[in-house]
Every structure is written in C-alpha cells, then in structure tokens.
C-alpha cells in the first residue's frame, strides 16, 4: 500500500469507505491504507513502524492492553468492539473495530478494519428522546385513561345522587302541598270560625271561655302565619322561576314597602349603596331583603326608630366552595346589611340561620325568615353570614356572584318627604 496501484483491487483497499492497518506480532504498524489517513489527519511516513498504541487514545489504550490484544492472542479475531482514535489534532474519532490474526510464514500480522461512527451517537441521543418521548405518551395515556376512569367513576355516583335528590325533592314537594292545603284550610276555618263569635256570644261565655276563644284566635292566626311561612321555606328548593337580571337597589325599595305593608312598621331610615344588577330569581331575591328589613325592624331598640345601612362592595372571589384545590375567580357583590337594634349573644349565632330556631320563644317572628334568607342565597351560588354584638346591633353579609355591573349611584324610593337613601360619604361601589 506505499505506492499508487494500477490494480483496481489494491486500488479498492487503498480507498475502502473504512480505514484498514496492520500491525504485527510485536505491536509495529506495517501497512495504512488512505482512508484512515484521511479519518486521521496524518501523513504516511508518520504512523507506518510506529506503535499501534499511538493511533489510540488514552482510554482506548488501556482497552486494548487488557481485552483486544488479550482477545486477538486467545480467539484470532475481535469483532464490533467499540474504540476511539487519536487525530493529529487530539480529537477523539470514535469507531467500531473488526480484527483478525494471520499467519504468515514464521511471521504474525493482525489485519484490523475500523468504521467511523462519529453520527452514532447523535443518533443514538435522537432514539434516546424519541424513546424517552415514547414512554412519556404512553404514561400520558395511561394517565388519561386513569382519568377517564375516574370521571365515569364520578359520573355515575354524580347520576346516583341526583337520583336520590330528586326523590327527596319530591318527598318535600309533596310535604309542601300538605302544608300548603291540608294544614292550611284548617287553620284558616279554624280561625274563621272563632272570629264568627258575636259581641254578644262572646258576652255569654264565661271569663275563662272569652280568654280561651281570644287564645284561640291567635295561635290559629300564628299558626297560619307558621304554616305561611313553612311553605315558602320548603317552596325555595323548586327552582322553576326562571333566572333574569334583577336590579337589587329596586328590589331593596320594593322589600320595604312590603315591610310597611305588612305591619312590620316603616323602614324611616335606611341609607344604601349603589346595587347592582345580578341574574337571578327575582321573587327568591325579594324574600331575601324583606326578611332582612323585616328582622332589623322587629329587633331595633325600643323608643328609637329602625337604623339600616346597605353596603356593597365589588371584589374577586372562588367561585368553587366544594371542591378542594379547584379556583376560579369572578366578580361576586359583597353586600352588608347593617342595624343598630337589639343585637344577638355570640352564643346563638351558630344556629340564627336554621329554621324553626328562634333565640327567644317570646320574641316576635316564626324562626323562618333568616332560614329563607340563607337558602335563597345559596340558591343564588351565594354565601351568608352574620355578625353581631349585643346592645349595639346585628350586620349581614351576602356574597352575590355577578355576571352584570352597574357602576352608577341610585336610591331607594319612599313615601317620606326624606330621601330613602341618604348620600354616604362615598359610594362603596369599586372594584375590591
């Protein structure tokens, strides 16, 4: 190989896509063919009678020192071990070595032919992260068949409850149409019936018989009231009404005239925010603020006219109250309904919302109308709450989550020559 060949075999050899030397028993290269020259970046007269071991590099020394000679002694060939070159620069070319051990006479000579695979590795990296993108799929699909599993999983105990809701919902419409007409008509004839009693009738019972038909007429009418008031009470969890934008500040004004008209007494000062508009039920949304007025007028102070101040607030809230570690932030109003009356002891505010419990059994209402106000809240995606100190008086908060926004001042109208809703200081309408 030291000179140009006519032979095209030699010729082939010479220029073989692979580089081909030879080395014999003693470790000396005899023989380099172009290829590798080329792969190496040396000159001819430089690498033949040298040591095999400086085409090496350090580490691929030692390999051959301790597995490719040993191998080559024991077997006669190696084939596909993996080595790195050393190149005039000192970069490392890696390649993959076949060698065999001829005999030559009394001579031995290793022939060895070396593969370039300098784009192994890239490939190699690139089926790595294909590999690695594979598995990465795959553990996603598991992952969202997992899911998928999970939500019919929910989806079928989802189907199971509303199964079971709506089987209680039935029950208590049925109870509600009991309370509504077989317990109702009773009530009313016999209340009708004990107001039939003439002056004169009346004159011929004796004293403990006009106490008793007196007793009579007002449990009846209270119980007519209970039975009222049960009614809606139970009538909240039908949600046929259907949802529309209500304007709170007109409800607000419409809740205090029914106040008045109810006997509850007049509402004389009352000082409100700007409300705004919600979509929701607007005769569910009625009831709310008529009991609210309806409970600070009846608890205000004795010898001081009912005090009340509405204000509202526009802030961000979660709209998950449920389900853990789930957020989703929208525009709720928070409104605050505020007197100066009676107050409630720290100890009964646990239970002010539950129906049929009332603080004092004296104290005037039935116990339902917080009751109604905390379930037409809830039906309204909302929350309430209460806070009080005894002798100063009780504030409400509502949380009503918006879809709409008024931004502008109004007032709630009144029969009196003094505006209904006095000017704050500032309207409380803002972004919180």
């Given at each position: 190989?030291?000179?140009?060949?006519?032979?095209?075999?030699?010729?082939?050899?010479?220029?073989?896509?692979?580089?081909?030397?030879?080395?014999?028993?003693?470790?000396?290269?005899v023989a380099v063919n172009d290829t590798l020259l080329e792969m190496l970046d040396q000159a001819r007269e430089?690498?033949?009678?040298?040591?095999?071991?400086?085409?090496?590099?350090?580490?691929?020394?030692?390999?051959?020192?301790?597995?490719?000679?040993?191998?080559?002694?024991?077997?006669?060939r190696v084939e596909e071990l993996s080595l790195s070159l050393r190149a005039r620069s000192g970069e490392a070319v890696p390649v993959l070595l076949n060698a065999v051990r001829r005999e030559a006479g009394a001579d031995t000579v290793h022939h060895c032919a070396v593969m370039s695979v300098r784009e192994r590795g890239r490939y190699e990296?690139?089926?790595?992260?294909?590999?690695?993108?594979?598995?990465?799929?795959?553990?996603?699909?598991?992952?969202?068949?997992?899911?998928?599993?999970?939500?019919?999983?929910?989806?079928?105990?989802?189907?199971?409850?509303?199964?079971?809701?709506?089987?209680?919902?039935?029950?208590?419409?049925?109870?509600?149409?009991?309370?509504?007409?077989?317990?109702?008509?009773?009530?009313?004839?016999?209340?009708?019936?004990?107001?039939l009693f003439t002056r004169e009738d009346r004159l011929g019972l004796s004293l403990t018989g006009q106490r008793s038909l007196e007793r009579i007429k007002t449990v009846s009418a209270r119980l007519e009231q209970l039975v009222v008031g049960l009614h809606q009470f139970m009538a909240l969890d039908s949600l046929e009404e259907p949802l529309e934008e209500v304007d709170l500040l007109e409800t607000v004004g419409d809740a205090r005239q029914r106040?008045?008209?109810?006997?509850?007494?007049?509402?004389?000062?009352?000082?409100?925010?700007?409300?705004?508009?919600?979509?929701?039920?607007?005769?569910?949304?009625?009831?709310?603020?008529?009991h609210l007025l309806d409970n600070a007028v009846k608890f205000h102070k004795p010898g001081e006219a009912p005090r009340i101040d509405i204000r509202c607030q526009i802030l961000q809230q979660n709209s998950f109250r449920s389900i853990k570690d789930r957020y989703h932030y929208t525009d709720f109003a928070r409104i605050t309904v505020a007197d100066q009356g009676l107050g409630i002891d720290r100890q009964y505010l646990g239970y002010v919302f539950e129906v049929l419990r009332k603080l004092d059994e004296d104290s005037p209402g039935l116990g339902v109308g917080l009751?109604?106000?905390?379930?037409?809240?809830?039906?309204?995606?909302?929350?309430?709450?209460?806070?009080?100190?005894?002798?100063?008086?009780?504030?409400?908060?509502?949380?009503l989550p918006l879809r709409q926004r008024v931004a502008s001042r109004g007032e709630v109208s009144q029969d009196d020559p003094a505006p209904a809703c006095p000017p704050a200081e500032e309207p409380t309408v803002a972004k919180g």
């Open positions: 190989m030291s000179a140009l060949a006519a032979d095209p075999q030699e010729d082939l050899l010479r220029r073989a896509p692979c580089g081909l030397f030879a080395f014999s028993a003693e470790g000396t290269l430089d690498v033949l009678g040298q040591p095999v071991s400086t085409l090496l590099t350090l580490a691929s020394r030692m390999f051959y020192e301790t597995h490719v000679f040993p191998l080559l002694q024991m077997h006669g990296d690139e089926l790595l992260k294909a590999r690695h993108a594979a598995q990465e799929a795959l553990r996603s699909n598991e992952a969202l068949t997992q899911a998928r599993r999970e939500l019919e999983a929910h989806a079928r105990e989802l189907d199971q409850k509303l199964s079971l809701l709506e089987l209680r919902n039935q029950e208590l419409t049925r109870v509600s149409t009991v309370l509504s007409q077989d317990l109702r008509d009773p009530v009313r004839q016999l209340s009708t019936f004990a107001c106040v008045a008209e109810m006997g509850a007494g007049r509402v004389t000062a009352l000082r409100c925010d700007a409300l705004p508009i919600v979509q929701g039920r607007r005769r569910q949304l009625m009831m709310l603020f008529y009751a109604i106000c905390r379930k037409v809240v809830e039906n309204h995606q909302g929350s309430l709450s209460v806070e009080s100190v005894p002798g100063e008086g009780t504030r409400f908060t509502l949380l």
